[in-house]
Structures are given as structure tokens and as C-alpha cells.
């Protein structure tokens, strides 16, 4: 118990009170994001399912998941170009805002064409308005949640450096209070389903998404320098710039992972896995539960089950940090824990069951766990590697572009995939009346595919062939990069305590203008300089310590 508390305070204190204080607001306001995020999104998924034809719902799903899908490749690669230009939480919170305004429009559209709130034990009023509205508004939220999914996996770094330990527990934080939110909000969107209608259960969703654009703007400006070489172009130049950068975003991620042994493998651990787990919740589910127990609300209990392991692999990755010191080991595992999937199409559930729904959501929680776990380190892993490997772009961040990349690359995974698979299952479902035949090929074949694969690629870092590998490439990840989170520390009151490194350089600057003053070439500017600079480490400290404050 003694040895425990110590390392919960060594943890405490490994991070900064600065720190400590932008990962809290971060949090809290990622979770009001997921509750959100999942109202929305589970909303969205049962309202096509219901209002699509039978004969070609899930073709038309996955259509418009793969539309959604590839509008957040857009949003995700602006993204890049966008953080060189803005602080990283000023990018995320006007995102989530845009977000959360496109969300609000459909519940304009179905109240204005006669849609009403469901009344208890009777059935769902929907508008007048044609069903294939949904594209044009699932599409244009599909540009905004590709700018929040991948800016949540950029600014870890930009909060505590470079350190892959800071940054794993960081990382596995956030994802325990992120499944936390999830698995709430998915079983809560099904009970908001079931009593509203699923064309106003997400009525929570402009809130909660104008309560994180709050809170994400209370996090510092994190160092941010902004850069001014595009200030005088004109609104057009700037567009033609921006889809510029799009494709130089691409270029550069695409080109980083190709070129190095020590990229080249994650789009197959990375890309790959979370292909299988979104198509796991957002594709398994909803056939599941529309062709299988039909109820379409039933989709987000499998969702929720799957948010449970996300959670528990989030934990398990935080309480291991030290002892499981790269990605390759819970890759492996999530490898191993995606062949679960074959219970799934040997599973006869009773319909309308909502005692067997929970069964099947938790045969759903380890193999997310799995990925969870995996993610939680990959990404870590990828910070800390490409924290090192940055170099000077005004345009392109080297972290951006390849998180662009990656999650581009799943999102053509998806966006391709999910139209085809959705087509069989539906020509499946209308020649023979039982979707479990397609689900023998959708879970078990394609997933130990899946399984293969990711499990081959965990083989290619050098020094990968080990049961728990200390290092991959003999470079140890572990302590801050040079330059990162050392400059600055904690502002207390009236003092500031500085690194050494910036008071010489302060002293330095404060010597070259004293020279100039002993030659007599001295301006006035510089007479207001010299006398402001003093020499001791204290009066550097609080000088320091008042310009922060005002850029703050």
C-alpha cells in the first residue's frame, strides 16, 4: 500500500501544475464531447436503419457512414496546416461548436416539417422530410468530427512534451474518462431512443457540444507561437492555400511512413485495427441489432459493451505503463482478441431481447479491450517518435501530417468496405430471411483476416521479436525532448521558476546590450532594455514571469 502511494505521488508529480491543470479541463471537456458525440452518432445510425428501405438499408448505411467517413478525411487533414496557424485548443474548441451547430439543423428540419417527440408507449412521428437529407447534414458533421478526432490525438503533445511515459499515462487518462463518457452515453442514447424517438434523442447533443467548446477554450495557449507569412493573402489565396496544404499534408505523411522501417508499419497496426473496431460498433452493431433482435435502439447496448472494454483496456494500459514499455505486446493481443468474433454468428438471441442484447454487448467488451489498449500505446508511441523527428515547417506539423495519414488511410478502408458489405448483407437478408449467414462472413472471415494482419505487422520493427520488447530501434523514447516542457515551469504568485538553460540565455542577451552601452552606440529602446534586465536569476524569473501573463 506504502509502495503504491508513493508511485501514485511520483506520477502526481511527474507533471507540472500547469499540466495538471490543462489535462484536467481537457478531460472533463472530452467527456461532455462523447456523451455528445454518442447521442449523435447512435441517433443518426437508427434513424437511417428505420427510415431506409428494408431491401437496401444497410447498403444505404454504409453509404452514408462511408460518406461521413471520407468528409472527415477532409477535416482531418486541415487540420495540419491549421495548428501551425492557431493554438491547438482554439482549433478544437471552434470545431466542436461548428460540430454541434450542424447537429442542431436536422432537429430544425424534422421539427419543421411536422415531426414531434415521441409519446411514452406509442410510435415515432417523423417529418415530412425525405430520408436522404440525411447525406448532405451527415456529411457536412463529418468535415467537423474529423478535425475533433484527429486534433484529441495531436495535443497530448502539445501538453505534456515529448516524454512517451507522460505521454502514455496521459493518453490511457484520457481514455478511461473518454470510455467512461462513452459507455454512459451509448446506453443512455438507447433509453433516449426508446422514450423520444431516434429523431430527437439527440436533442442533448448542441449542449454538451457547446460545454467542451467552453471548457477547451480555458486551456492555456500551450507555448503557441503564431506564424504571420500568410496574413496579407487575400480570403481566395488563402483557400487555394489551404487545399494546398491539404494535399501537402497527405504528401508528407504518406512520405515520412514510407521512408523509414519505423513508420512503415503503422498503417497496418494502426489504420487496420481501428478500422476493425469501428466497424465492429458502427457496422456489426447495427445489423445486429436491427436483423437480429429488431430493434434497431438495441445497437448502442452492443456499442456501450464495446465502450466497457475500451475502458478496461484504457486501465490496464495506465496501471502497466512501466512494465509493458511499447506498443507490440497489447497489438498482439488485440490481434488474438478480434477472433472473439466468431461467437457472434453462432449466437441465436431471442428478438426483442433486450436481457440477451447485454449478453452479446459484453462478448463485444474484451475485444475492444484489446484495441484499446493497443491504440492507447500506438499513439503514445507515435507522439513521442515524431516529438523527435520534427522539424521546421510553417506550414505542416511532421505529428499532424502522419496522424492525417493514418487516419485517412482508415477512413478509405472504411468508406470502400462498408457500401460492399452492407449490399451483401442486404441481398443476403432478402433471399433468405436470416442475416447469421452474412454475419459468418462479415465477423468471423473478415475479422481473422484482420487478425493476421495486424498481427504480422507487429514483426517488422526492429527488435519486435521479443514477448516484450524494451525498446523498438534501440531508441529509447522515455524523458522530454530537448527544448520541450524545460523551458517553463510552474507560475506561483509573484515568482517563476525557471529552467538554468533560460536565464543564461537571458543574461547573454542583457551582456551584448551592456557591450553596446560601454561603446556609446546605445538607442533609446536598448536604454529602456538595460535597465529593465537584471542580472540574478530571481529578477529574470519575474520578468519572465510578467510577459506569460501577458500573452495569456
Known sequence: ??????????????????????????????????????????????????????????????????????????????????????????????????????????????????????????????????????????????????????????????????????????????????????????????????RFGNNYSFIVTPIFFTIACCLWLCISPLGFKRQLEDEDKSYLQQVSLGAFHFCQSLYKGGSI???????????????????????????????????????????????????????????????????????????????????????????????????????????????????????????AYIQACLAREEKADPNVSALGAVMAFLYSTYIVIYAISQPLLGRYVDRVWTEKKDVHPALMNIAGVQFTILSAVLLLSTFVPRGAFSLNPKLLFGQDLTGDIEGTNDKMKDIEGEGLEMSDDIAIEKQKKAQIISDSHKDGNLSRPEQTEIRRISFTEDDVAVDLADAVKGRN
Request: aromatic residues 12%; proline residues 4%.
Open 257 to 379: 511512413i514510407c521512408s523509414s522501417r519505423k513508420f512503415f508499419w503503422l498503417p497496418f497496426g494502426y489504420s487496420v485495427a481501428l478500422y476493425g473496431h469501428r466497424f465492429l460498433e458502427s457496422g456489426l452493431g447495427p445489423i445486429i441489432a436491427r436483423r437480429v433482435f429488431d430493434v434497431s435502439a438495441y445497437s448502442q447496448i452492443l456499442v456501450g459493451g464495446s465502450n466497457l472494454g475500451e475502458l478496461i483496456g484504457a486501465v490496464i494500459v495506465f496501471v502497466l505503463n512501466d512494465m509493458v514499455p511499447t506498443p507490440l505486446p497489447w497489438l498482439r493481443a488485440d490481434a488474438l482478441l478480434l477472433l472473439i468474433t466468431w461467437v457472434i454468428p453462432f449466437y441465436k438471441p431471442r428478438k426483442h431481447s433486450l436481457a440477451d442484447a447485454w449478453k452479446l454487448a459484453f462478448i463485444f467488451t474484451p475485444i475492444s479491450l484489446g484495441w484499446a489498449a493497443g491504440d492507447v500505446s500506438l499513439a
Open 1 to 194: 500500500m506504502v509502495r503504491l502511494v508513493a508511485e501514485s505521488k511520483a506520477i502526481w508529480n511527474a507533471y507540472s501544475a500547469m499540466e495538471r491543470r490543462n489535462i484536467a479541463i481537457y478531460v472533463v471537456g472530452i467527456m461532455f464531447y462523447k456523451l455528445g458525440l454518442e447521442a449523435f452518432n447512435g441517433s443518426i445510425v437508427t434513424l437511417a436503419t428505420d427510415r431506409f428501405k428494408a431491401t437496401n438499408a444497410f447498403e444505404k448505411l454504409g453509404v452514408l457512414q462511408g460518406l461521413n467517413q471520407a468528409f472527415q478525411c477532409v477535416g482531418a487533414i486541415l487540420i495540419a496546416p491549421l495548428i501551425k496557424r492557431w493554438p491547438t485548443r482554439t482549433v478544437l474548441a471552434v470545431a466542436v461548436s461548428i460540430f454541434g451547430i450542424l447537429t442542431a439543423v436536422l432537429l430544425i428540419v424534422d421539427a419543421s416539417t411536422g415531426g414531434k417527440i415521441k409519446v411514452p408507449g406509442g410510435k415515432v412521428t417523423y417529418g415530412s422530410w425525405n430520408p436522404n437529407a440525411l447525406f448532405p447534414i451527415y456529411c457536412s458533421t463529418g468535415i467537423a468530427y474529423g478535425m475533433v478526432e484527429l486534433i484529441r490525438r495531436v495535443i497530448p503533445r502539445d501538453i505534456v512534451g515529448g516524454d512517451v511515459n507522460k505521454l502514455r499515462r496521459m493518453d490511457a487518462t484520457v481514455h478511461i474518462f473518454y470510455e467512461v463518457a462513452g459507455t454512459a452515453g451509448a446506453i443512455g442514447t438507447t433509453y433516449l431512443v426508446l
